[in-house]
């Protein structure tokens, strides 16, 4: 449970930093990421896709957003394990299922399957 709570930390300070390579680290390379498009239909992209286009974003750090994530579940069934997050990246809120694998003696994730909503405003903080 420690090595899968370990990852699921890395998982969101990669997102927190918008960090392809940190992202790379815990991903087995033949992974994908399922989400819905535009038109409400799955699409499957395969991982070095979906690294090229984090590459290309401003990471929620670099916008000077506070942070906002949370572990909400991790299942272990022997050398399969499943995490839900859920985290910002404004202006969505994203709810994140990986599916990871336990390969060669470390956890790995498999798939990546997300989705977004928009998120609702921050409250302000008074000073």
């Not at 992202?23 to 070095?48: E, H, N, W, Y």
């Not at 050398?79 to 994203?94: G, N, T, W």
């Not at 003696?105 to 405003?121: E, F, R």
């Amino acid at each position: 449970m420690q090595a899968l709570l370990a990852l699921a930390h890395r998982y969101l300070d990669a997102a927190y930093e918008m960090e392809a390579d940190a992202f790379a680290s815990i991903f087995d390379p033949r992974s994908s990421v399922t989400k819905l498009d535009d038109t409400g239909t799955p699409s499957v992209m395969p991982i070095d896709a979906w690294l090229g286009a984090v590459r290309t974003l401003t990471s929620p750090r670099q916008r000077g957003a506070e942070r906002e994530d949370e572990i909400l579940s991790i299942h272990v069934l022997g050398d399969l394990a499943v995490i839900a997050l859920r985290l910002r990246v404004e202006p969505h809120m994203f709810t994140d299922l990986l599916s990871c694998l336990e390969v060669g003696g470390s956890w790995k994730i498999a798939q990546k399957v997300t989705t977004s909503q928009v998120a609702a405003p921050r409250a302000s903080r008074l000073p």
